[in-house]
């Protein structure tokens, strides 16, 4: 979703969907809610602060252009078979 240049709203459940999260709200891209918070109006409230905040949308926004910028796997790989061919 990162790709699509919009902030996300991450909503861990459990596992490592925790850390996940953290690291995509230092990055500034992204929110989270816990899920005990995990509320009908919270979750339209923190969206919509979410969608006004600029910094949010500017770093969701260098996120997917340095995605679109990444070279696809099938490059990676034909690089790597030159690499080691």
């Known amino acids: 979703m990162f790709a699509v240049a919009v902030p996300q709203l991450l909503l861990p459940q459990g596992a490592d969907q925790f850390e996940h999260v953290a ?3 230092t990055v500034a891209e ?3 809610t816990m899920p005990e918070n ?3 109006q919270t979750v339209v409230t923190v ?3 979410l969608l006004g905040d600029s910094t ?3 770093a ?3 996120l997917a252009a340095e995605m679109a910028a990444a ?3 099938a490059a990676v790989v ?3 078979s030159e690499m080691h061919g």
């Open 47 to 49: 969206v919509e602060e």
């Open 56 to 58: 949010a949308v500017g």
């Open 78 to 80: 034909g690089r790597l």
């Open 23 to 25: 690291s995509g709200v």
């Open 30 to 32: 992204g929110r989270s």
């Open 71 to 73: 070279p696809d796997s």
């Open 60 to 62: 969701a926004r260098y």
């Open 38 to 40: 995990d509320r009908g």
